[in-house]
């Protein structure tokens, strides 16, 4: 076999293989001979069809096919001897491929990149200082109860939290529109479900109150016709109920699970779960910004193929997800165009911390995959069950070791950064959006 290694482009690299032709001829003539004591042709006893008749029936496609496994072969030869790692699967053109002749074939494909990781001391990372106060619990007991509240109707006015029953009709410019008119709408006052100001207008209203309210359509609402609009709705109230919060007693904690222990055993569940809970979010954050500094502090030149497999994942992932809401028959082919960015964006990330762990020579800390398994498992009501799930199961096992050695090297990479802590709270990380 002999072998020439070409750049042409960029990551692209061609190897030129040339297989000498007694090795190609006489896997022919073997794959032939294997034929012909099998093969029934009108006219031939089995095992008795003259070779000049198999090779003329089958020497073409034979010898295609023995040029593929060939191809596959001294390629995989090749890139070994070559010390070359291919980025996703090459394409093969056999330049000659004729009796007697060697065969000669070229092999197009592509090379991960050289990453030279610099400046991993820059990276900065603010990591939340934050712990499970007796106020958070107080404040998630109060969430628990909402989920259990019942209604109770009244005629005072309304205030947050309560719940009215309305009809409203909308106009532009002094035209009613599709979508704004409804009759015996329910709605929770603070839920948010509402343009800006809705709600806030509708609040004091009492039973059987009529009122005009003047809003504003926000500038990115979804109805082009509407975007920025001023509007006027005409409101009639026909019931107003307030909530009714569930005692916290033994009772109330049964609605969770707890037979025993009452409101304390709740309440050490419910701080148990929010810690596991902040623990993971913490991680996440500082995660998110070692990964945005190594991002930011590294240009990598990104192999097409490998993007490519990503957006298929991608757009695999986003078919599954409709195929909740829509016939598959009717979904549309979903254009890469949609998953070109996220999908650069993860094999860059992958190729970073791939040459983290390379470098390092990390290796799965099966502690710690241990330890993930554990946690995923304590959200479940049987938690030996999934951890046992997991172990006779190879493929999330794998899974579970890729994601513990990424973690390794994000944990690396922290040790290396320029971290600094800041106090927050609870509601700071579980829900930044409320804080904006």
């Known amino acids: 076999m002999q072998v020439s290694v070409e750049t042409t482009q960029g990551l692209e690299r061609r190897l030129t293989i040339s297989v000498p032709a007694d090795t190609v001829d006489v896997e022919v003539k073997n794959r032939l001979r294997q034929i012909g004591k099998t ?12 070779p000049t008749v198999i090779q003329k029936r089958y020497g073409k496609s034979v010898r295609q096919e023995v040029a593929g496994e060939l191809m596959q072969r001294n390629f995989v030869e090749a890139i070994v001897a070559e010390k070359i790692n291919p980025a996703g699967r090459p394409s093969f053109v056999a330049k000659s491929n004729e009796e007697g002749k060697e065969l000669e074939f070229e092999a197009t494909f592509e090379v991960y990149p050289e990453v030279e990781l610099k400046d991993l001391e820059k990276i900065a990372v603010e990591r939340p200082a934050v712990e499970v106060t007796e106020k958070d619990i107080d404040e998630m007991f109060v969430t628990l109860q909402k989920q259990h509240q019942t209604w109770k109707e009244n005629k005072r006015k309304t205030k947050k939290g309560d719940k009215l029953t ?38 004091g209203m009492k039973v059987g109150e009529e009122k005009t309210i003047n809003v504003t359509f926000p500038e990115d609402y979804h109805a082009e016709n509407l ?33 025993e222990g009452g409101v304390e055993a ?5 701080s148990k779960n929010m810690s596991r809970e902040l623990t993971n979010a913490v991680k ?14 590294h240009e990598v030149e990104l192999p097409s193929a490998l993007v490519a497999q990503e957006v298929d994942v991608l757009r695999q992932q986003a078919m599954q997800r409709f195929q909740g809401q829509m016939d598959p028959k009717n979904l549309p082919e979903l254009p890469s165009e949609m998953f070109t960015e996220q999908a650069e ?37 049987d938690p030996q069950e999934v951890v046992d799930y997991y172990a006779n199961n190879q493929e999330l096992m794998q899974q579970m070791q890729n994601v513990a050695l990424e973690e390794q090297a994000v944990e690396l990479l922290v040790e290396q950064a320029k971290v600094k802590d800041k106090k927050a709270s609870f509601n700071d990380i579980m829900n930044p959006e409320a804080q904006k």
């Open 345 to 381: 964006r993860r094999v860059k990330i992958g190729l970073l911390l791939g040459e983290v762990i390379k470098v390092n020579e990390l290796k799965v800390d099966d502690e710690k995959v241990n330890e993930l398994i554990a946690t995923a498992a304590s959200a479940y009501e």
């Open 284 to 297: 996440a954050k500082v995660k998110e910004q070692v990964i945005e500094g190594l991002l930011a502090g």
């Open 39 to 50: 093969q029934r042709i009108n006219g031939f006893r089995p095992g008795k069809v003259p």
């Open 227 to 259: 975007k920025g609009k001023d509007a006027e709705f005409d409101i009639v109230v026909h019931k107003t109920e307030g909530p009714i919060l569930p005692e916290i007693n033994d009772e109330f904690a049964k609605l969770f699970g707890v037979e």
């Open 166 to 203: 309305l009809d409203f009709t909308g106009r532009v410019d002094g035209e009613e529109f599709e979508g704004g008119k409804a009759e015996g709408f329910e709605l929770e006052l603070g839920a948010g479900r509402m343009i800006p100001g809705f709600e806030k207008e509708i609040t």
């Open 266 to 270: 709740l309440r050490a569940e419910v």
